[in-house]
Protein backbone atom coordinates (compact mmCIF):
# COMPACT_ATOMS: atom_id res chain seq x y z
CA UNK A 1 0.00 0.00 0.00
CA UNK A 2 1.63 3.61 -1.32
CA UNK A 3 1.47 6.16 2.02
CA UNK A 4 -0.74 8.99 1.92
CA UNK A 5 1.07 12.45 1.43
CA UNK A 6 -2.34 14.52 2.57
CA UNK A 7 -5.77 13.16 3.64
CA UNK A 8 -8.18 16.00 3.66
CA UNK A 9 -11.71 15.74 5.05
CA UNK A 10 -14.83 18.28 4.93
CA UNK A 11 -12.03 20.92 5.46
CA UNK A 12 -13.37 24.31 5.59
CA UNK A 13 -11.65 27.97 5.22
CA UNK A 14 -12.53 31.64 5.07
CA UNK A 15 -9.98 34.60 5.26
CA UNK A 16 -12.27 36.67 7.68
CA UNK A 17 -15.36 36.90 5.90
CA UNK A 18 -14.62 35.55 2.48
CA UNK A 19 -15.52 31.65 2.14
CA UNK A 20 -12.83 30.14 0.23
CA UNK A 21 -12.84 26.28 1.00
CA UNK A 22 -15.98 24.44 1.80
CA UNK A 23 -16.51 20.93 2.84
CA UNK A 24 -13.05 19.75 0.58
CA UNK A 25 -12.13 15.73 0.78
CA UNK A 26 -9.57 14.37 -0.64
CA UNK A 27 -6.50 12.07 -0.41
CA UNK A 28 -3.04 12.44 -2.17
CA UNK A 29 -0.56 9.69 -2.52
CA UNK A 30 2.40 9.79 -1.59
CA UNK A 31 4.19 9.89 -5.24
CA UNK A 32 1.03 10.90 -7.07
CA UNK A 33 1.21 13.77 -9.53
CA UNK A 34 -2.06 15.78 -9.37
CA UNK A 35 -3.30 18.80 -11.32
CA UNK A 36 -5.69 21.09 -9.22
CA UNK A 37 -7.96 23.28 -11.58
CA UNK A 38 -10.20 25.75 -11.42
CA UNK A 39 -10.92 29.49 -12.18
CA UNK A 40 -9.67 32.27 -10.14
CA UNK A 41 -10.68 32.60 -6.95
CA UNK A 42 -11.77 28.53 -6.95
CA UNK A 43 -9.69 27.87 -4.04
CA UNK A 44 -6.28 26.40 -5.41
CA UNK A 45 -4.07 28.89 -3.49
CA UNK A 46 -5.99 28.83 -0.19
CA UNK A 47 -5.55 24.57 -0.89
CA UNK A 48 -1.78 24.81 -1.75
CA UNK A 49 -1.26 27.52 1.22
CA UNK A 50 -2.89 24.43 3.59
CA UNK A 51 -0.89 21.75 2.16
CA UNK A 52 2.05 24.00 2.79
CA UNK A 53 0.85 24.05 6.41
CA UNK A 54 0.66 28.21 5.99
CA UNK A 55 -3.24 28.14 6.70
CA UNK A 56 -5.33 25.45 8.63
CA UNK A 57 -8.83 24.10 8.49
CA UNK A 58 -11.06 26.31 10.28
CA UNK A 59 -13.30 23.13 10.48
CA UNK A 60 -12.99 19.57 9.46
CA UNK A 61 -9.42 17.86 9.71
CA UNK A 62 -6.51 17.81 7.49
CA UNK A 63 -3.26 15.53 7.71
CA UNK A 64 0.03 15.40 5.68
CA UNK A 65 2.02 12.45 6.43
CA UNK A 66 -0.64 10.98 8.91
CA UNK A 67 0.49 14.22 10.90
CA UNK A 68 -2.26 16.66 11.72
CA UNK A 69 -1.98 20.11 9.86
CA UNK A 70 -3.12 22.56 12.76
CA UNK A 71 -1.68 25.74 14.26
CA UNK A 72 -1.06 23.79 17.78
CA UNK A 73 1.17 21.27 15.90
CA UNK A 74 2.70 23.72 14.19
CA UNK A 75 3.47 25.79 17.24
CA UNK A 76 5.88 23.27 17.84
CA UNK A 77 9.81 24.12 15.82
CA UNK A 78 10.74 20.40 15.53
CA UNK A 79 7.43 19.48 13.33
CA UNK A 80 7.87 22.55 11.53
CA UNK A 81 11.01 21.92 10.83
CA UNK A 82 10.41 18.24 9.68
CA UNK A 83 7.63 19.52 7.55
CA UNK A 84 9.58 22.10 5.98
CA UNK A 85 12.18 19.65 4.85
CA UNK A 86 9.71 17.67 3.26
CA UNK A 87 7.07 19.76 1.55
CA UNK A 88 8.15 22.68 -0.64
CA UNK A 89 5.93 25.57 -1.91
CA UNK A 90 6.69 27.07 -5.70
CA UNK A 91 4.29 30.66 -4.99
CA UNK A 92 2.80 31.61 -8.29
CA UNK A 93 4.99 35.48 -8.05
CA UNK A 94 8.64 34.28 -8.13
CA UNK A 95 9.30 38.14 -6.47
CA UNK A 96 7.77 37.00 -3.38
CA UNK A 97 9.87 34.02 -3.81
CA UNK A 98 13.38 35.53 -4.28
CA UNK A 99 15.25 37.73 -1.85
CA UNK A 100 18.28 37.08 -1.77
CA UNK A 101 21.54 39.37 -3.44
CA UNK A 102 22.68 36.75 -5.88
CA UNK A 103 21.10 33.21 -7.53
CA UNK A 104 23.77 31.32 -5.61
CA UNK A 105 23.05 32.94 -2.68
CA UNK A 106 19.13 32.02 -3.09
CA UNK A 107 19.90 28.51 -4.28
CA UNK A 108 22.27 27.90 -1.12
CA UNK A 109 19.54 29.42 1.39
CA UNK A 110 17.48 26.27 2.18
CA UNK A 111 20.01 24.09 2.55
CA UNK A 112 22.19 26.44 4.84
CA UNK A 113 18.84 26.61 6.34
CA UNK A 114 18.63 23.13 7.02
CA UNK A 115 22.10 22.93 8.21
CA UNK A 116 23.72 21.43 5.30
CA UNK A 117 27.62 22.02 6.05
CA UNK A 118 29.16 24.29 3.43
CA UNK A 119 30.80 21.76 0.67
CA UNK A 120 27.34 20.09 0.74
CA UNK A 121 25.78 23.18 0.30
CA UNK A 122 28.11 24.54 -3.03
CA UNK A 123 27.96 20.74 -4.65
CA UNK A 124 24.44 20.92 -4.24
CA UNK A 125 24.53 24.61 -5.99
CA UNK A 126 26.72 23.30 -8.86
CA UNK A 127 24.61 20.59 -9.47
CA UNK A 128 20.54 22.19 -9.70
CA UNK A 129 22.16 25.50 -11.58
CA UNK A 130 23.43 23.02 -14.31
CA UNK A 131 20.32 20.71 -14.03
CA UNK A 132 18.14 23.95 -14.25
CA UNK A 133 20.65 25.49 -17.21
CA UNK A 134 20.75 28.24 -14.40
CA UNK A 135 24.71 28.16 -13.98
CA UNK A 136 25.31 31.55 -15.69
CA UNK A 137 22.94 33.35 -13.47
CA UNK A 138 24.79 32.54 -10.58
CA UNK A 139 26.15 36.11 -9.58
CA UNK A 140 23.01 38.30 -10.50
CA UNK A 141 20.60 39.70 -8.44
CA UNK A 142 17.45 36.96 -8.97
CA UNK A 143 15.19 40.52 -9.39
CA UNK A 144 16.75 41.41 -12.31
CA UNK A 145 16.09 38.27 -14.30
CA UNK A 146 13.50 37.22 -17.13
CA UNK A 147 10.52 36.02 -15.79
CA UNK A 148 11.24 32.28 -17.05
CA UNK A 149 14.67 32.51 -15.62
CA UNK A 150 12.89 33.63 -11.68
CA UNK A 151 10.56 30.70 -12.63
CA UNK A 152 13.40 28.10 -12.90
CA UNK A 153 15.36 29.67 -10.29
CA UNK A 154 12.58 29.72 -8.01
CA UNK A 155 12.03 26.00 -8.50
CA UNK A 156 15.26 25.10 -8.26
CA UNK A 157 15.76 26.85 -4.93
CA UNK A 158 12.84 24.54 -3.67
CA UNK A 159 13.87 21.64 -5.33
CA UNK A 160 17.66 21.54 -4.06
CA UNK A 161 17.03 20.08 -0.85
CA UNK A 162 14.92 17.32 -2.70
CA UNK A 163 11.45 17.65 -0.54
CA UNK A 164 9.31 14.55 -0.70
CA UNK A 165 6.01 16.78 -2.04
CA UNK A 166 6.97 19.90 -4.54
CA UNK A 167 3.44 22.19 -4.68
CA UNK A 168 3.71 24.44 -7.70
CA UNK A 169 1.31 27.39 -7.94
CA UNK A 170 0.18 28.66 -11.55
CA UNK A 171 4.08 27.69 -12.84
CA UNK A 172 3.56 28.96 -16.16
CA UNK A 173 1.67 32.30 -15.41
CA UNK A 174 2.84 35.79 -16.97
CA UNK A 175 5.40 33.27 -19.04
CA UNK A 176 5.79 33.98 -22.84
CA UNK A 177 5.02 31.04 -25.15
CA UNK A 178 9.16 29.69 -25.28
CA UNK A 179 9.71 30.16 -21.23
CA UNK A 180 6.25 28.15 -20.70
CA UNK A 181 7.47 25.53 -22.98
CA UNK A 182 10.87 25.24 -21.06
CA UNK A 183 9.48 25.41 -17.87
CA UNK A 184 7.10 22.46 -18.62
CA UNK A 185 10.16 20.82 -20.00
CA UNK A 186 11.56 21.19 -16.63
CA UNK A 187 7.84 20.51 -14.91
CA UNK A 188 7.96 17.08 -16.97
CA UNK A 189 11.67 16.15 -16.35
CA UNK A 190 13.08 17.22 -13.14
CA UNK A 191 10.72 16.33 -9.91
CA UNK A 192 11.71 13.06 -10.60
CA UNK A 193 10.48 9.50 -9.69
CA UNK A 194 8.95 9.49 -6.53
CA UNK A 195 7.87 12.85 -5.53
CA UNK A 196 4.62 14.20 -4.91
CA UNK A 197 3.88 16.86 -6.94
CA UNK A 198 0.61 19.06 -7.00
CA UNK A 199 0.37 21.80 -9.59
CA UNK A 200 -2.77 24.71 -9.03
CA UNK A 201 -3.23 25.76 -12.77
CA UNK A 202 -5.93 27.02 -15.54
CA UNK A 203 -3.38 26.33 -18.48
CA UNK A 204 -4.97 23.28 -19.71
CA UNK A 205 -2.53 22.71 -22.47
CA UNK A 206 0.00 21.48 -19.43
CA UNK A 207 -1.85 19.58 -17.55
CA UNK A 208 -1.23 16.36 -19.58
CA UNK A 209 2.62 17.03 -19.14
CA UNK A 210 2.96 17.58 -15.88
CA UNK A 211 -0.13 15.35 -14.18
CA UNK A 212 -1.53 12.22 -14.24
CA UNK A 213 -5.18 13.26 -11.64
CA UNK A 214 -6.65 16.00 -11.80
CA UNK A 215 -8.93 17.51 -9.12
CA UNK A 216 -11.73 20.04 -10.34
CA UNK A 217 -12.54 22.80 -7.78
CA UNK A 218 -15.10 25.32 -8.29
CA UNK A 219 -16.24 27.97 -5.25
CA UNK A 220 -14.04 25.80 -3.40
CA UNK A 221 -15.43 22.66 -3.27
CA UNK A 222 -14.03 19.70 -5.27
CA UNK A 223 -16.57 19.06 -8.11
CA UNK A 224 -14.19 16.60 -10.01
CA UNK A 225 -11.23 13.90 -9.26
CA UNK A 226 -10.38 11.56 -11.75
CA UNK A 227 -7.36 10.35 -14.33
CA UNK A 228 -5.98 13.83 -16.47
CA UNK A 229 -7.58 12.64 -19.58
CA UNK A 230 -11.00 12.03 -18.58
CA UNK A 231 -10.86 15.03 -16.81
CA UNK A 232 -10.23 17.15 -20.01
CA UNK A 233 -12.38 15.23 -22.15
CA UNK A 234 -15.34 16.34 -20.08
CA UNK A 235 -16.04 19.75 -21.62
CA UNK A 236 -19.25 20.03 -19.91
CA UNK A 237 -17.15 20.02 -16.82
CA UNK A 238 -14.74 22.25 -18.13
CA UNK A 239 -17.52 25.17 -19.24
CA UNK A 240 -19.19 25.00 -16.00
CA UNK A 241 -16.15 25.61 -14.04
CA UNK A 242 -14.94 27.96 -16.55
CA UNK A 243 -11.68 26.28 -16.98
CA UNK A 244 -12.97 26.59 -21.09
CA UNK A 245 -15.11 28.96 -22.72
CA UNK A 246 -16.52 29.13 -26.16
CA UNK A 247 -17.15 31.35 -28.95
CA UNK A 248 -18.18 31.66 -32.29
CA UNK A 249 -16.14 32.10 -35.22
CA UNK A 250 -17.54 32.60 -38.68
CA UNK A 251 -16.12 30.82 -41.44
CA UNK A 252 -18.37 31.99 -44.00
CA UNK A 253 -18.49 28.69 -45.16
CA UNK A 254 -21.50 26.67 -46.19
CA UNK A 255 -23.73 25.44 -44.80
CA UNK A 256 -23.85 26.72 -41.20
CA UNK A 257 -21.18 29.95 -41.81
CA UNK A 258 -19.84 29.11 -38.13
CA UNK A 259 -19.36 26.74 -35.59
CA UNK A 260 -17.90 26.87 -32.13
CA UNK A 261 -14.39 26.63 -31.01
CA UNK A 262 -13.55 25.31 -27.42
CA UNK A 263 -10.83 28.15 -25.74
CA UNK A 264 -8.53 27.28 -22.74
CA UNK A 265 -8.84 30.28 -20.56
CA UNK A 266 -5.45 31.11 -20.24
CA UNK A 267 -4.35 33.77 -18.05
CA UNK A 268 -2.52 36.35 -19.34
CA UNK A 269 0.43 37.72 -18.43
N1 LIG B 1 -5.69 37.08 1.38
C1 LIG B 1 -7.00 36.97 1.10
N2 LIG B 1 -7.92 37.71 1.75
C2 LIG B 1 -9.24 37.59 1.48
N3 LIG B 1 -9.75 36.73 0.56
C3 LIG B 1 -8.89 35.98 -0.12
C4 LIG B 1 -7.47 36.05 0.11
N4 LIG B 1 -6.85 35.18 -0.73
C5 LIG B 1 -7.84 34.60 -1.43
N5 LIG B 1 -9.05 35.07 -1.07
C6 LIG B 1 -10.36 34.64 -1.59
O1 LIG B 1 -10.51 33.26 -1.35
C7 LIG B 1 -11.10 32.63 -2.46
C8 LIG B 1 -10.15 31.56 -3.00
O2 LIG B 1 -8.99 32.22 -3.49
P1 LIG B 1 -7.69 31.46 -4.01
O3 LIG B 1 -7.43 30.31 -3.15
O4 LIG B 1 -6.64 32.49 -4.16
O5 LIG B 1 -8.21 30.94 -5.43
P2 LIG B 1 -7.38 30.60 -6.77
O6 LIG B 1 -5.98 30.35 -6.40
O7 LIG B 1 -8.09 29.41 -7.33
O8 LIG B 1 -7.53 31.80 -7.67
C9 LIG B 1 -11.44 33.73 -3.44
O9 LIG B 1 -12.77 34.13 -3.21
C10 LIG B 1 -10.48 34.82 -3.08
O10 LIG B 1 -11.00 36.08 -3.41
MG1 LIG C 1 -4.26 31.18 -7.08
Redesign the pocket.
Known amino acids: MTATAFQFDDVTFA ?2 T ?3 LEGVSLTIRSGERVALL ?10 LRMMDALCFPASGTATAFAAPLTEAAFQDDATNYAFRRRVGLVFQNPDVQLFNPTVSDELAFGPLQLGWEKPKVRDAVDTVSARFGIAHLKDRPPHRLSGGEKKRVALASVLITEPDVLLLDEPTAALDPASRANLVGFLAREPGAGRTVVT ?1 THDLDIVEDIADRAIV ?1 AE ?1 RVVADGPVLAVLHDVDLLRRTHLVFEHRHSHGGPPAGSHGHMHSSRQEG
Open positions: YRQRAGANGSGKSTLALG
